[in-house]
Nanobody, 127 residues
Framework: QVQLVESGGGLVQAGGSLRLSCAAS????????MGWFRQAPGKEREFVAA????????DMTDSVKGRFTISRDNAKNTVYLQMNSLKPEDTAVYYC????????????????????WGQGTQVTVSS
């Protein structure tokens, strides 16, 4: 069973930055993509960004394009989410996910297309 451990959440003022990390306990052939989702209180879990391991095709939701960057370190089995110009509406619990599905060449956006999940890390952006 692949385990995902997230880190890097916290409290930041609007306009600030945070970097989330997600380390996978192992890199099996069944993991083709890793992604980040978020869930705010009273809302459904939503897709943020995802990256295919090799090659590194990326998909991101429109609301974070130009502000967030997703990247991976294959040697460390780790995916990063660099979040800049944070807004109060980015406040949520952020979850890392890993899965074996692709949509064409790209990683999927649906949470049900991922097999493994981290425990979540809180990101709070104050106005």
């Amino acid at each position: 069973q692949v385990q995902l451990v997230e880190s890097g959440g916290g409290l930041v003022q609007a306009g600030g930055s945070l970097r989330l990390s997600c380390a996978a306990s192992e890199r099996t052939l069944s993991i083709l993509a890793m992604g980040w989702f978020r869930q705010a209180p009273g809302k459904e879990r939503e897709f943020v960004a995802a990256i295919r391991w090799n090659p590194g095709y990326i998909d991101m939701t429109d609301s974070v394009k130009g502000r967030f960057t997703i990247s991976r370190d294959n040697a460390k089995n780790t995916v990063y989410l660099q979040m800049n110009s944070l807004k109060p509406e980015d406040t949520a619990v952020y979850y890392c996910a890993a899965g074996r599905m692709l949509v064409g060449r790209y990683p999927p956006r649906g949470p049900y297309e991922y097999d493994h999940w981290g425990q979540g890390t809180q990101v709070t952006v104050s106005s």
